[in-house]
T-cell receptor, first 115, second 112 residues
Framework: SQTIHQWPATLVQPVGSPLSLECTVE??????LYWYRQAAGRGLQLLFY??????ISSEVPQNLSASRPQDRQFILSSKKLLLSDSGFYLC??????????????FGPGTRLTVL | DAKTTQPPSMDCAEGRAANLPCNHS???????VYWYRQIHSQGPQYIIH???NNETNEMASLIITEDRKSSTLILPHATLRDTAVYYC?????????????FGQGTTLQVKP
């Protein structure tokens, strides 16, 4: 079965500092990967998705970027954090890795607080 | 992907069935209905999905109307641990992206 790892679990960063959140997936190969964000009291918003190494699609304009350096690694980054970047960041992957019909599994998430 | 409409909140007594409605009047023929839930401070959890036939699994039942413009998620015997935000999502089953577009969902409060 596939497992999604995310770290760190929690993070407190000052405004203007850089950010790197990591997601790795076990138990599948060449998976579609997704980054979602949930601001406090809000719904989940899709930020980025990737269908393969080096392939990134951005869903909303923002202060963040994503990279896929390896097949099962997905990284979310920022050069300078804003207060509005605070939130709960979730990485997701479809069952079996592919997007067709399959339900998505979500990682445990990273809770980011920007002060 | 079709937009969905859900009530913002619902209450249910423990042990009773919880019936969560969802309207998706603009759904197209090749779009599936998915349900997820999110317990506080956790990632969303897949519950069930369907195209046009009713579906049942160990967690819930999904009833889709004949015109497919609405559906109902049924938790047959709600427990306190079922308190969560429930999301109804409509998306294409095929395609190479598989992305999910979440709405605001329904906050279900199961009460003792």
């Amino acid at each position: 079965s596939q497992t999604i790892h995310q770290w760190p679990a929690t993070l407190v960063q000052p405004v203007g500092s850089p950010l790197s959140l990591e997601c790795t997936v076990e138990g599948t190969s060449n998976p579609n990967l997704y980054w979602y964000r949930q601001a406090a009291g809000r719904g989940l918003q899709l930020l980025f998705y990737s269908v393969g190494i080096g392939q990134i699609s951005s869903e909303v304009p923002q202060n963040l970027s994503a990279s896929r350096p390896q097949d099962r690694q997905f990284i979310l980054s920022s050069k300078k954090l804003l207060l509005s970047d605070s939130g709960f960041y979730l990485c997701a992957c479809p069952r079996g890795g592919g997007g067709t019909y399959n339900e998505q599994f979500f990682g445990p998430g990273t809770r980011l607080t920007v002060l | 992907d079709a937009k969905t409409t859900q009530p913002p909140s619902m209450d249910c007594a423990e042990g009773r069935a919880a019936n969560l409605p969802c309207n998706h009047s603009t759904i197209s023929g090749n779009e599936y209905v998915y349900w997820y839930r999110q317990i506080h401070s956790q990632g969303p959890q897949y519950i069930i999905h369907g195209l046009k036939n009713n579906e049942t699994n160990e967690m819930a039942s999904l009833i889709i109307t004949e015109d497919r413009k609405s559906s109902t998620l049924i938790l047959p015997h709600a427990t306190l641990r079922d308190t969560a935000v429930y999301y109804c999502i409509v998306r294409h089953g095929s395609g190479n992206t598989g992305k999910l577009i979440f709405g605001q969902g329904t906050t279900l409060q199961v009460k003792p």
